[in-house]
């Protein structure tokens, strides 16, 4: 089990996110449409706490404020180990600092951060697929390709119990 603090996305943006899963699902490419509990948000995130006390986080998330939405530009598509792959989102200034602002208010609560979450250790990214054969990665590419160069915007945040799906609105985006 994991908690993420996630930016989520506005409607335009998450319906290209969307329609993109529902071209490689047809494709017979897994994403997260179908991945574990199917309650998945299009989302890109901060970090993703391996240990936690909930109350401490939700306290630290609320002092981040809201600093507004957020752009992210994409320019292609980033591959993980495990047959991941994801869009990969544009790393501003102005993203990696919130991030980074944000991982260190989690971390003084005594969250255990995830390595790929630490500041400069961090790739922007919303995911596309999980668990793909290296063979079959090559039609993701393609598609997310066919949509580029796209901006995503993101005026929204939460976190969100990765093993079940369960998401808490905050305010703000931090």
């Known amino acids: 089990m994991a908690l993420a603090l996630c930016l989520l996305l506005?409607?335009?943006?998450?319906?290209?996110?969307?329609?993109?899963?529902?071209r490689l699902e047809a494709d017979g490419i897994p994403t997260l449409l179908s991945h574990t509990h199917g309650q998945h948000l299009a989302h890109l995130s901060y970090a993703v706490l391996l240990t936690w006390d909930e109350?401490?986080?939700?306290?630290?998330?609320?002092?981040?404020g809201?600093?507004?939405?957020?752009?992210?530009?994409?320019?292609?598509?980033?591959?993980?180990?495990?047959?991941?792959?994801?869009?990969?989102?544009?790393?501003?200034?102005d993203?990696?600092?919130?991030?980074?602002?944000?991982?260190?208010?989690?971390?003084?609560t005594g969250a255990t951060i995830h390595r790929h979450y630490e500041p400069g250790h961090w790739t922007p990214h919303v995911s596309a697929t999980t668990g793909v054969p290296g063979a079959r990665l090559q039609p993701v590419v393609d598609a997310v390709s066919d949509r580029l160069p796209?901006?995503?915007?993101?005026?929204?945040?939460a976190l969100i119990d990765t093993t079940f799906g369960?998401?808490?609105?905050?305010?703000?985006?931090?």
Do not use: Y
């Open 66 to 93: 809201d600093r507004g939405p957020v752009d992210v530009s994409v320019q292609g598509t980033v591959i993980f180990p495990r047959g991941r792959a994801a869009l990969a989102g544009s790393a501003t200034v």
């Open 55 to 64: 109350c401490a986080v939700r306290d630290a998330v609320a002092g981040l």
């Open 10 to 22: 506005d409607r335009r943006s998450d319906r290209l996110v969307r329609s993109l899963w529902q």
């Open 166 to 174: 369960t998401t808490w609105d905050l305010p703000g985006v931090p």
């Open 95 to 108: 993203l990696t600092t919130r991030q980074a602002r944000a991982v260190e208010a989690l971390r003084a």
């Open 150 to 157: 796209l901006t995503l915007r993101f005026d929204r945040a």
